[in-house]
């Protein structure tokens, strides 16, 4: 089995500050893990990935995440935000041994505040 | 371009009527998906389909229906038997199941 859990429902930061949105999974394989970022009334589109390569892993808009075995945890940053970076962010996982497909997080809504 | 395409962007239904969602992808993807969002939520998994002509019931299948006659596309059937069928439908595809989803859209439907 596996669940991701998104720590925070909703984030709230100043443009210009540091964006932290916080990821918890649970595995029973080894995962793949993956960001998605949703804008309002739109589909979802891929951040970035972790397919057990580097640990840290870059994204596009500037975003990475940082995948810590230990702390089964795969958080997302970023250094600055944007105006342009308010969305729903969703954490998901997959496991290919076990067979399973996506599991979602329940999601993180970023605002951005001028 | 390569990528998924969702039709109507926006769709009103009687209550009672069954409607048909349209998803077309031209990523020559093996895999496809749809979900059901709701206002404030994640993502809820209707119906999947691994390869054509093969579909499997997710986590909220009742009251939708599927097929998959071709590999480009996967069109969802809401029927009267949905009891809440006013929510954003997305449709996803995929090279296998366990890889990274993409995403169509969206469509919102909308019961008067």
Redesign the interface.
């Known amino acids: 089995a596996q669940s991701v859990t998104q720590l925070d429902s909703h984030v709230s930061v100043s443009e210009g500050t540091p964006v932290l949105l916080r990821c918890n999974y649970s595995s029973s394989y080894s995962p793949?893990l993956?960001w998605?970022v949703q804008h309002p009334?739109?589909?979802?589109?891929?951040l970035l990935?972790y397919t057990s390569a580097a640990t840290l892993v870059k994204g596009i808009n500037g975003f990475e995440a940082e995948f810590k075995k230990s702390e089964t945890s795969f958080h997302l940053t970023k250094p600055s935000a944007h105006m342009s970076d308010a969305a729903e962010y969703?954490c998901v996982v997959?496991?290919?041994n076990a067979?399973?497909?996506?599991t979602?997080?329940?999601?993180t809504?970023l605002m951005v505040k001028p | 371009d390569g990528g998924?395409t969702?039709s109507p962007k926006y769709l009103f239904r009687k209550e009672g009527q069954n409607v048909t969602l349209s998803c077309e992808q031209n990523l020559n993807h093996d895999a496809m998906?749809w979900y059901r969002q709701d206002p404030?939520?994640?993502?809820r998994?209707i119906y999947?389909s691994q390869i054509v002509n093969d579909f499997q019931k997710g986590d909220i299948a009742e009251g939708y229906s599927v097929s998959r006659e071709k590999k480009e596309s996967f069109p969802l059937t809401v029927t009267s038997a949905q009891k809440n069928p006013t929510a954003?439908y997305?449709c996803?595809s995929s090279i296998a199941?366990?890889?990274?989803?993409?995403?169509?859209?969206?469509t919102?439907l909308t019961v008067l």
């Open positions: 793949s993956f998605y009334n739109k589909g979802l589109q891929l990935k969703f997959s496991a290919y067979g399973n497909m996506l979602f997080g329940g999601g809504r | 998924i969702q998906y404030g939520q994640g993502l998994l999947y954003f997305l996803a199941t366990h890889n990274e989803q993409f995403f169509g859209p969206g919102r």
